[in-house]
């Protein structure tokens, strides 16, 4: 029986928008097939690579600044990323996704496919819930994942409603 | 970024790499002498305190694993103890036990992640794991494995790895069954050769010469090797109950940090690994003072920089005690005890991966929490590492400034220094030629 399909959600839902993939995650909420794994993540590697290792499709959601407009979703091309860098810097945490995925390849152990998609945050402070136009990113978000799983947002509004 | 100029310099790293969190280091070099050293952490200010006032007591397991993704457990584990003593409630020694089981599932996550991904680079000069990784691929997999092995435990007792939502106050809200701790206890088998593997591997790098100044404070526990309770003791024959903490410890606000810093009535003091070690020697069992013996560790040690050896130490010991807990299980016969809200003052503390984890709350007769205090082992150490980098950055004053700034990073790292809270969000430029 081959691996199942991954959703990760990378954040701290007590940094405000740091918080988006974590609602994007509740959004798929019965919108996925029950084989599909869904993992919150605080992004620590280690446990990144334990969740994607061998995964057909692996699709990972995260907070991104790209100086953006808040909200914005955009499919991050990290190939360029990890292949250009040996000492990759973060904004925040000092290990993150860039990291997971140059060890996971180092390492061998990556899915077949993996998909960053990135939110841009307008307020990263403390506290809970998301500002009004990160928000308002989350269902759009939510079927790009599907999109990136190869189901169509409405075929599986079609399942989840059966 | 660094600046230099005769006998006068300024190490500046804006953002510390491999280190849990969020931080930065600032040394201010003047006619020869090291002037000024500040860790600079951007820990929250008291966020979690805050959001814990008027919330109910059974909800501080699930808010307090929130503070920090690496220990968790920790977090949940003296936040219950704190709660437990406040309502005057006893748990099952068997809650106990599995409590010291999810625990050194802790430990293990932790120190494999320090030593192997954020640690170990440092001795062989390599930027970072990934290097490291490309090098000695099957060294970095057995860290790796060794790391989801402590996952596992955190899995089957804590119902998932990060936050773990199977812990409330009073103990479980499901107890495990037996067979369920049997392929955990496969793995642990593997994972102790594993462990004693990586204590001889690390005891092979060169140490610089460091000695740690002043005490050193620990749990201590006469029948065992302190995590989850005990008293609180130091090198210098402090001997207390948990609830005299306060008395004996504070914090206090500082101009360069967000981050409170540790005080001790008698002067500064480290927290940690090497604390535990050098108090809690005698209660390590016969394989980890054999695997000690064996790569020249003695009963004592206050080189900073040998913390890696004493974490693998440690991981050998959280393996070997998984084990004997699995072994001796007996699944209780429920799993929590009662916990009727009692008004008063409840203190915790537990030994999480980074040192000591300290706890207080205060809840009214309804549950209602109405004062909360959280002192995190990473703000006590922060003034003995700004004192050990002082004389650190003296001695090496003959240095370049690159060279200089990179060991002040590696013995920062000594510390595993954790900021509890960061965000998670990634920073990315983008080339659009």
Known sequence: MSAPNVVIGIGNRFRRDDGSALQVLNAL????????????????????????????????????RQNRAPGS?????????????????????????LEAIALGRAVGRMPLKLRLIGIEPEDLGWGEGLTAAVAHSIDAAADLVLDYLGLSASASAFRSSR | MTHSNTGSRTL?????????????????????????????????????????????????????????????????????????????????????????????????????????????????????????????RDIVERGLQL???????????????????????GGFYKAPAVADLAPVAERLRW??????????????????????????VALHHDREYAINDGRIASTSGLDITVS??????????????????????AGAFTVGPLARYNLNFDQLPTIVKQVAADVGLGRTCRNPFKS????????????????????????PARPSSDMPPRG????????????????????????????????????????????????????????????LTRQCEQAIRNYDPCISCATHFLDLSVDRG
């Not at chain 2, 092995?149 to 899995?155: K, P, Q, T």
């Not at chain 2, 462990?195 to 740690?212: H, N, Q």
């Open chain 1, 73 to 97: 979703i955009a499919g991050i091309a990290w190939e360029a990323h990890v292949a250009s860098s040996t000492g990759i810097e973060h904004g925040s945490h000092s290990l993150g996704i």
């Open chain 2, 308 to 331: 890696i050896i004493v974490r693998a130490l440690e991981v050998v010991f959280a393996c070997d005690e998984a084990l004997r807990i699995i072994d001796a299980y007996e699944p």
């Open chain 2, 147 to 169: 790391k989801k092995v402590g996952n596992d435990i955190l899995n089957v007792l804590g119902g998932r790895a990060i936050h773990p939502v199977n812990v409330r106050v």
């Open chain 2, 12 to 136: 500046s790293v804006a953002s510390l790499a491999r280190v849990e969190g969020e931080g930065s280091m600032h040394v201010v070099v003047r006619d020869g002498s090291v002037q000024d050293v500040e860790l600079r952490i951007f820990e929250p200010p008291r966020f979690f305190e805050a959001f814990l006032r008027g919330r109910s007591y059974t909800e501080v397991p699930d808010i307090t694993a929130r503070i920090c993704g690496i220990c968790p457990v920790a977090y949940q584990m003296s936040a219950c103890q704190a709660i437990e003593d406040a309502c005057g409630v006893t748990i099952d020694a068997q809650v106990r036990a599995l409590r010291r089981l999810l625990y050194c599932g802790e430990w293990i996550e932790s120190h494999a992640l320090h030593i192997y991904l954020l640690h170990a680079p440092d001795f062989l000069g390599y930027e970072s794991s990934i290097e490291l990784a490309r090098d000695h």
């Open chain 2, 191 to 216: 994972a102790r050769d594993a462990a004693i593997d990586t204590a001889r591997w690390v005891a092979t790098f060169e140490f610089p010469d460091l000695m740690l100044d002043g005490d050193l």
């Open chain 2, 244 to 265: 005299k903490f306060p008395e004996h410890f504070g914090e206090e606000h500082v101009a360069h940090s967000t981050a409170l810093h540790g005080r001790a009535r």
């Open chain 1, 29 to 64: 909420a019965g919108r996925l097939p029950e084989s599909t794994v869904v993992i919150e993540s605080d992004g620590e590697p280690a446990r990144l690579i334990d969740s994607w290792a061998d995964a057909p499709v692996a699709v990972v959601v995260e907070t991104v």
């Open chain 2, 344 to 403: 008063g003052t409840g203190h915790g503390c537990t030994e999480a991966p980074r040192g000591l984890l300290y706890h207080r709350y205060t809840i009214d007769a309804e549950g209602i929490i109405s004062d909360a205090v959280i002192v995190p082992p990473t703000a006590q150490n922060q003034p003995s590492i700004e004192h050990g980098l002082h004389k650190f950055v003296q001695d090496r004053l003959h240095m370049d400034d690159l060279e």
